[in-house]
């Protein structure tokens, strides 16, 4: 179990070393990027199965939600493991919450006790594949159906969270789809990855009219998950064919700093 642990905390420590020296490729040498709220030390795409939050490393594996304290990061210790649902494949940390994608809906877990999270919310869907992220105010999730995920589904979902901490997780609109995978949020702009139609940039600003207000759309590359450096305004994403990096410091005129094409 603890050879697991380590194998898991040191690939992550080895992705956060490639996206950190793609994030400087774009930045001045003497810049550090700033992994605070929101760019918090666990960032990661939506369809990541771990999440950081403090001294505490979140992942989920099937069923369960296992508690990793990397406090000395040369030695991981398991605290815990938890009963998270079912089919679960994605987390998302955002302050004292984990918002968990699961292909049967949206569990959310309290953790003002990092140690001991507790279950808050939970919203049932038809199966499907469903990442996750959130802002605090309102939550937004994409199903995909086809392949593993077995359903037809195709949609972005959107949560209303006023009542969360009462234990209610409210789904407030739903826009249809072609094949949506990963999504990244940065405040009012949310970036939405299509395996058949791009990568689409939304300003979320109306949650009741989201397809209606887009902000840019890159039909040309098949995208699959991102990573929104708010602090740098750097876009991180990963497509079908390669890796992929965006300047939106100015939303309305996205560039492609640079890319890494893969074989496929």
Not at 148 to 171: F, H
Request: hydrophobic share 40%; with cysteine.
């Amino acid at each position: 179990m603890i050879h697991s642990i380590r194998y898991i905390y040191h690939n992550f420590l080895l992705i956060l070393l490639v996206l950190g020296i793609s994030i400087m490729m774009a930045c001045s040498a003497d810049t550090v990027v700033n992994n605070n709220s929101p760019d918090s030390a666990g960032q990661a795409g939506s369809l990541a199965r771990f999440s950081i939050v403090g001294n505490y490393l979140y992942t989920v594996d099937h069923n369960l939600l296992r508690v990793i304290d990397i406090t000395d990061s040369t030695n991981p210790t398991l605290l815990g493991e938890y009963r998270a649902g079912f089919e679960v494949e994605t987390i998302y940390g955002f302050d004292h919450y984990l918002f968990l994608g699961t292909q049967f809906g949206v569990n959310v877990f309290d953790i003002t006790d990092p140690v001991q999270p507790k279950e808050l919310a939970s919203f049932e869907h038809m199966q499907a594949c469903d990442p996750v992220v959130t802002d605090g105010t309102y939550a937004y999730s994409t199903l995909r159906g086809g392949t593993w995920c077995r359903s037809e589904i195709n949609q972005l979902d959107v949560y209303n969270l006023d009542q969360l901490d009462q234990g209610e997780l409210t789904l407030i609109a739903t826009y249809p789809m072609a094949a949506p995978s990963g999504i990244g949020l940065d405040d009012e702009t949310l970036f939405l990855c299509d395996l058949k139609e791009g990568l689409k940039v939304y300003d979320v600003t109306d949650p009741y009219n989201i397809t209606g207000q887009i902000i840019a759309h890159f039909e040309d590359i098949a995208a699959n998950d991102v990573i929104p450096i708010r602090s740098r305004k750097i876009l991180l994403l990963i497509a079908e064919n390669g890796f992929f990096q965006y300047d939106y410091s100015d939303i309305n005129d996205i560039k492609l700093l640079h890319s890494i094409l893969t074989d496929k």
